[in-house]
């Protein structure tokens, strides 16, 4: 019984997964179309330089904060917060030295990391 729940999980999450990007695909596409219409004026320039920033800035934020919630999440499980953390600068530029080896869209990049953890992660908790 245990499989069958586990596996009837996994489709209802990949469901969530495609739902969830089926989603935010349809709204990206309408602000995108918006954005084609209004990108060539000049407040719009303006206004992409104000934006931009802001953008790369809440982006170094949440970073920093998935940083700060691995080394948590590291330390309850008994490593330190040091190793913890080279661990990631390591892990980091494994997967940039990769990703500029092998020509793979960014998306499936992700996704191929996402698995390999959670398979990793699964290989080391049981």
Same mark, same amino acid.
């Given at each position: 019984m245990e499989n069958v729940s586990a596996l009837a999980g996994a489709i209802l999450a990949f469901c969530g997964l495609v739902v969830a990007a089926t989603v935010s695909g349809a709204v990206a596409m309408y602000v995108?179309?918006?954005?084609?219409?209004?990108?060539?004026?000049?407040?719009?320039?303006?206004?992409?330089?104000?934006?931009?920033?802001?953008?790369?800035?809440?982006?170094? #934020? #949440?970073?920093l904060s998935m940083t700060l919630a691995a080394v948590a999440i590291g330390g309850r499980a008994g490593v330190g917060s040091t190793p913890m953390a080279w661990a990631m600068v390591v892990l980091v530029g494994a997967m940039l030295a990769i990703h500029a080896r092998i020509e793979l869209p960014d998306v499936v990049f992700i996704l191929v990391s996402g698995a390999l953890s959670v398979a990793v992660l699964g290989s080391l908790a049981g």
């Open positions: 995108m179309a918006g954005y084609e219409r209004i990108a060539g004026r000049g407040y719009m320039r303006r206004l992409q330089q104000y934006v931009v920033p802001v953008i790369c800035g809440l982006l170094i #934020t #949440t970073a």
